[in-house]
């Protein structure tokens, strides 16, 4: 036979081949990375916003039923009539019961209106009576309504509204006897010109910061989720199935093969991470005005500050998760150990999001997972503070050695060899 | 006897209060076809395990000699190891072929090199047509092939193979075992541990028995039934496997033997003047 070929690297390039040919092949793995990502985002961005659009048209066009009871029935104000009107709602007056203790007590409505709302008749009664006072005119009301009943609630809130535009007419004719407009009584100080056209930035730097408040976390997240799947596959999956016996016996070291399994889960994990936030970003820019999205202007510090801390995280993240799966003799095991770990990613990455970058203590550059965090929030938002990068890339090395390490280690058990089969 | 090609020296094996091996010395030469027979948790898949340096000893030591004489440490000899270990280890996503490239990747090999002596030992085994079929719903005879063919494809000296024909049909077994015939006839050399005791007899030269971890006898079929005093292997292992304090106890065999061991267990107690008081089937 031919004389092997040891180049530095073949033998963990060959594993990762095979381990992504396998893994491109197993439909769970699409299932999760690929599949998920791509309907789940544009159905909880596009689909569900359009949905919720479509049911806010369909219950406006629906005619509501409302009873209105006034202490004297034909004094009804003209003005209100018209509003409620085009708020599409049908009104049916009764004379207002004297001696209640205050509008809102139902009193023999209560059991009345359950009854009509379950049937449909009435969704809600509006109470009014007039008062004296030195305005032009004053009224007490009330709205009885069921809050279980969708149709109810929504009558409720169309004649909230309907009262609310009522009551500015008041305000306007009672501020006109003074000489004043609503805006100029309500809003005596007041903005002069367009409120966005006061911000200095840029549109690239506003992106920035809009990206910086999400990216990281999202990083954070999905490049721990991502890698689960596969890491547990690529080891108590093979424990599981008995083949990694087998591979154990062959030629390669187990550095070697740890080496190309990483390579495989951390280019799967990897893919499906920029996957994700692609759909994302597309799916999330639906939902806003055009042109709020820039693109962020990034100078090459940022971009390799970005590009290592993503790099070093996914290495600690890959290697933490082989590790664990690896110590598991199934797969199911291997879920259950893992499955905790994906909160002790989530947590610091949500915090790293809060944290005040101004004046920030150094100590945060250090701790794991906030470090790198912090890393890509400034990077995302142009700040190259050599100290912070200092840290933050120093540390984020050695965790990624310790990492490394615990993996090794845990690949070169004994007991590797054994299965539950 | 050939050149040596691997010797075990003094090792025992414990995984913490379980001693798997006690005191093992062997030596294996060069062109061995080598029976390892036992029970269930006797250590026949721990020395193989020993043997291919996926288990580190806990006393002693398992060491390889290259042909000019220097010893090396069995892992670092891979390259020249075939390993077909219990379970056959396929992956189901890939194809047969792709199963076998995997590992003569591993070592180094060339596809166009292993495809030619995959070929060559798909015919012997009669499975050169699916060769390219994936290995999920492979039956257990195909699966054991596919496992020995993987095994093969980088041309290794020393093959181990961990109960090779368990739960095969009678052809596949027999297409199995006239493989490994052809292996010794290339000078290869095969350590296969087996429970089949007329297997081992038709295959081996030389049959290793162990029991509780513990070598009890080694050399030819016909040097195992004369040093047992008896005319079939069967019967010899039955000698060999009895554990000492049971012998002398004068009567309490308790024992896991199915049926047709009873038979030969009654006429060796004769032979040895003991009395079975009872004997139990373990389900």
């Not at chain 1, 990502?37 to 049911?55: D, N, S």
């Not at chain 1, 409620?84 to 019961?97: G, K, M, P, T, Y």
């Not at chain 1, 187990?254 to 692609?278: D, P, T």
């Amino acid at each position: 036979m031919s004389e092997p070929k040891r180049w530095p690297g073949r033998v963990a390039l060959v594993v990762a081949k095979k381990e992504l040919l396998d893994l491109v092949r197993d439909w769970r793995t699409l299932v999760a990375l690929v599949l998920v990502p791509l309907i789940i985002l544009p159905l909880l961005f596009i689909a569900l916003p359009l949905f919720l659009e479509g049911e806010i048209e369909e219950l406006d066009s629906i005619q509501l039923n409302v009873v209105v009871q006034l202490s004297v029935a034909d004094d009804f104000p003209e003005a209100l009539d018209t509003l409620l009107q085009d708020a599409n709602i049908s009104l049916l007056f009764e004379q207002l019961e004297p001696g209640q203790g205050n509008l809102s007590e139902p009193g023999g409505d209560e059991e009345r209106l359950r009854l009509a709302v379950r049937n449909g008749s009435t969704h809600a009664i509006l109470r009014l009576e007039e008062t004296s006072t030195n305005s032009t005119e004053s009224w007490n009301y009330a709205i009885l309504h069921d809050s279980t009943s969708e149709l109810s609630r929504e009558a409720r809130g169309r004649l909230l509204d309907s009262i609310s535009d009522w009551e500015e007419d008041i305000m306007a004719a009672n501020l006109a006897e003074v000489g004043l407009t609503i805006d100029e009584a309500t809003n005596p100080i007041r903005w002069d010109g367009d409120f966005t056209a006061a911000d200095v930035s840029t549109a690239a730097e506003s992106a920035g910061f809009v990206l910086s408040m999400l990216i990281p976390l999202l990083i954070a997240v999905w490049s721990a989720s991502a890698a689960m799947q596969p890491s547990i596959d690529l080891t108590a999956g093979e424990r599981e199935r008995g083949t990694m016996e087998s591979l154990l016996c062959t030629a390669a070291t187990r550095m070697e093969l740890l080496f190309g399994k990483w390579l495989a889960v951390a280019i799967v994990g990897s893919g499906a991470v920029l996957l994700q936030i692609a759909i994302f970003l597309a799916a999330f820019s639906f939902l806003l005005p055009a042109g709020f999205f820039g693109i962020p202007e990034l100078g090459p510090v940022s971009i390799l500050s970005l590009v290592l801390s993503v790099i070093l995280f996914a290495t600690s993240v890959v290697a933490i998760e082989l590790a664990l799966a690896v110590r598991a003799r199934s797969v199911k095991e291997a879920g259950t150990t893992l499955a905790p770990l994906l909160m002790a990613f989530i947590a610091p990455a949500l915090f790293a999001q809060f944290v005040n970058l101004e004046g920030i203590e150094l100590w945060w550059f250090a701790a794991p997972v906030f470090n790198v965090c912090l890393a890509m929030r400034e990077a995302l938002l142009g700040i190259n503070d050599p100290v912070h990068i200092a840290i933050w890339a120093s540390t984020s090395v050695f965790y990624a050695i310790l990492a490394v390490g615990w993996a090794s280690k845990q690949f070169n058990r004994e007991d590797l060899v054994e299965s539950i089969n | 006897m050939g050149a040596p090609l691997l010797s075990v020296r003094g090792v025992s094996k414990s995984f913490g209060e379980v001693h798997a091996l006690q005191e093992v010395s062997l030596e294996f030469s060069r062109g061995d076809i080598v029976g390892l027979v036992g029970s269930n948790g006797a250590g026949k898949t721990t020395l193989l395990r020993l043997l291919c340096g996926l288990y580190r000893p806990t006393i002693g030591d398992v060491v390889h000699h290259a042909t000019d004489g220097s010893e090396h440490a069995v892992d670092s000899v891979r390259q020249n190891l075939g390993v077909v270990p219990e379970s056959t280890g396929l992956y189901h996503r890939l194809t047969a072929w792709e199963n076998i490239r995997y590992h003569s990747r591993l070592s180094g090999v060339r596809d166009s090199q292993a495809w030619n002596r995959t070929v060559r030992l798909a015919r012997a085994l009669d499975i050169e047509d699916v060769l390219h079929r994936s290995t999920r719903g492979f039956s257990k005879g195909m699966r054991q092939k596919t496992a020995l063919l993987r095994a093969l494809a980088h041309d290794p000296d020393l093959l181990l193979l961990d109960e090779p024909t368990a739960g095969l049909d009678v052809t596949s077994a027999r297409k199995v075992r006239g493989l490994v015939r052809m292996l010794q006839q290339e000078g290869r050399t095969v350590i296969y541990s087996t429970h089949h005791l007329a297997e081992a007899e038709q295959v081996c030269d030389r049959i290793i028995v162990i029991h509780n971890g513990t070598v009890r006898a080694d050399g030819s079929p016909r040097d195992l039934m004369q040093h047992t005093d008896t005319d079939s292997l069967e019967e010899a292992y039955v000698a060999l496997t009895l554990d000492a304090s049971r012998e002398v106890s004068d009567a309490e065999v308790y024992g896991w033997f199915q049926r047709k061991w009873i038979a030969l267990l009654s006429r060796f107690t004769a032979r040895k003047q003991l009395e079975i008081e009872e004997v139990t089937e373990d389900e």
